[in-house]
Nanobody, 117 residues
Framework: QVQLVESGGGLVQPGGSLRLSCAAS????????MRWYRQAPGKERELVAH????????NYADSVKGRFTISRDNAKNTVYLEMNSLKPEDTAVYYC??????????WGQGTQVTVSS
């Protein structure tokens, strides 16, 4: 059974940092690219960052480029999102996803990130 469990969110002041984690199970993690998405209240879910299966290639939304870093540890079946210089507009629920085949249908509960003074 595919499971994605996000963690690491919280309340942080503008300019602060957080590190999100997503623990995956139920599929061969090391063969799947992974993505982080976010969804703010009243808005559609948007792609934030993408990492290849090996971790050798990454891509970012323009809104987070230079501030966020996606990484993965295939030995731990975990993908991370390091978020620096956080802004109020980064406030959202953050989700991870494996965008291929039937696994793409599975989503975790997400982790709430709130950036506010």
């Amino acid at each position: 059974q595919v499971q994605l469990v996000e963690s690491g969110g919280g309340l942080v002041q503008p300019g602060g940092s957080l590190r999100l984690s997503c623990a995956a199970s139920g599929f061969t993690f090391s063969t799947y690219a992974m993505r982080w998405y976010r969804q703010a209240p009243g808005k559609e879910r948007e792609l934030v960052a993408h990492i290849s299966s090996s971790g050798g290639s990454t891509n970012y939304a323009d809104s987070v480029k230079g501030r966020f870093t996606i990484s993965r540890d295939n030995a731990k079946n975990t993908v991370y999102l390091e978020m620096n210089s956080l802004k109020p507009e980064d406030t959202a629920v953050y989700y991870c996803n494996a965008p291929r085949g039937f696994v793409a249908n599975y989503w975790g509960q997400g982790t709430q990130v709130t950036v506010s003074s």
